[in-house]
């Protein structure tokens, strides 16, 4: 069931609902309506909630009063543009845990992010805390010692034996950086798009990090290593079976500041012409 209502004395039969509905099933007569054998078409994106101008209308059993206001509070644009341009990653951490309230807010926030056929499927797997990380970092360059060992490591990947050799040898952590945290999106591999679904999320999740002081690392090390060398970590860190990893993404305090933005090379723009 939808649960899809609409209060009738609200209500100024506008149409913007059936509209704005992606997959057009609202019907728009005196007030907007389902049909039933149509509600499972419905992709559930709330869509028809969030443009009613008089809040006359509510669907999922969604509470109208607990949806953000939309005020247009946009953050300002220079302010965003000089984000993204000073933004580096991170491979330098400070020891510190960042609070398990700001993780959470972060990562809820970045629940918000689109999916193909708004499956909202995407997991996030997360150590928030240095002592957890430590361990686990421990553990995953054993494993990886283990499978160089055995001859279990592809020869393309060769590399990343190497890495847990400077890891034992001198405590060069290559693969980690010393983070205090790991971020991991996963989704199910019958997704629409997985791998996407994943990397959007994660950058949403960059963007509201690098907002609050906090610094990031795209991973791909962290990624091979799970998926394709060590693939015990997987069972280690809960991921679902049935699941997909998209990315996996180092963050903390940084430990180090850059006072100035790179450079760009340039941007890369084709215009296409269509006659």
């Known amino acids: 069931m939808l649960d899809f209502k609409v209060n009738n004395e609200k209500c100024i039969s506008c149409g913007l609902c059936a509209n704005e509905c992606p997959v057009g099933i609202i019907d728009m007569k005196d007030i907007p309506s389902i049909e039933q054998e149509k509600e499972e078409l419905c992709i559930k994106c709330q869509h028809c909630m969030a443009v009613c101008p008089t809040e006359a209308l509510s669907i999922l059993g969604k509470n109208l009063e607990e949806s953000l206001k939309n005020k247009g509070n946009l953050p300002d644009p220079k ?58 970092r421990d553990l995953a360059y054993s494993l990886i010692k283990n499978q160089g060992e055995a001859g279990k490591i592809d020869e393309k990947l060769s590399f990343i034996n190497d890495f847990q ?16 945290h790991l971020l991991i999106a996963s989704v199910p591999k019958t997704a629409l798009s997985p791998e996407e679904d994943t990397l959007i999320a ?3 999740f960059e963007l509201l990090a ?21 693939n015990e970590l997987l069972e280690i860190l809960e991921i679902p079976s049935d699941h997909k990893i998209g990315y996996a993404m180092l963050f903390g305090k940084p430990a180090v500041k850059y006072p100035r933005a790179i450079q760009s090379e ?8 269509i006659d």
Do not use: C
């Open 202 to 204: 994660l950058s949403y």
């Open 79 to 136: 302010a965003m543009g000089e984000m993204v341009k000073t933004r580096r990653s991170i491979r330098k951490y400070k020891q510190e845990n960042i609070s398990k309230e700001l993780i959470n807010e972060l990562l809820t926030t970045a629940s918000f992010a689109p999916t193909g056929g708004n499956s909202n499927s995407v997991q996030f797997t997360v150590i928030d805390n240095l002592e957890a990380m430590h361990k686990f």
């Open 165 to 180: 050799k400077g890891w034992y040898q001198n405590g060069t952590d290559v693969i980690f950086r010393g983070a205090p």
């Open 266 to 273: 340039g941007v890369h723009i084709h215009t296409a012409k």
């Open 210 to 230: 690098n907002a609050n002081g906090i610094g990031t690392l795209w991973n791909g090390l962290v990624k091979w290593t799970i998926n394709d060398v060590a």
